[in-house]
């Protein structure tokens, strides 16, 4: 075995945490940028459905059933849908602006929550929109 290959075996004075050295731990993209980036996307991605320039489709909006009942439920839930997804990227955004200084190190047991922000809170923005979508019609 080469020496370059035999010190990818061994790690002398560094600990591996999922692969990676702690001397390389600081090469982790913080989960502050994630989210920012998450709601940046968000943002983004909920424009055009607000402005109901989304048509029908499989792949892009909110697609549930009621949704798919008519075109006037499609543009209504998906405009609905698009305000509050874009409420939750601003959220996103500045809650990783905010709270970037006070975000949990890798390594921290409070890295895991943190990190699950933007799943817990979208539950409530799906919640909304189901909500939204059975006081229209059928059809």
């Known amino acids: 075995m080469s020496t370059a290959a035999a010190g990818l075996w061994r790690c002398t004075g560094s600990r591996i945490i ?3 050295s702690t001397e390389d731990a600081h090469m982790i993209l913080p989960i502050r940028y994630v989210h920012a980036g998450m709601g940046l996307a968000f943002i983004v991605l909920s ?3 607000i402005l109901r320039k989304v048509p029908m489709n ?3 909006g909110v697609r549930i059933r009621k949704a798919f009942a008519s075109r006037r439920n499609w543009y209504a839930i998906n405009a609905y ?3 509050l997804i874009l409420a939750f990227g601003v959220f996103l955004l500045l809650f990783a602006l905010l709270a970037g200084p006070w975000a949990p190190t890798p390594r921290s047991p409070w890295s895991l929550p943190y ?3 933007p799943l817990i809170g979208l539950v409530p923005v799906l919640v ?3 909500r939204f979508a059975r006081r229209l019609p059928d059809r």
């Open 18 to 20: 999922g692969g990676i």
């Open 47 to 49: 424009i055009p459905l």
């Open 58 to 60: 499989h792949f892009y």
């Open 81 to 83: 849908g698009g305000r």
């Open 115 to 117: 990190a699950l922000v």
């Open 128 to 130: 909304a929109i189901l």
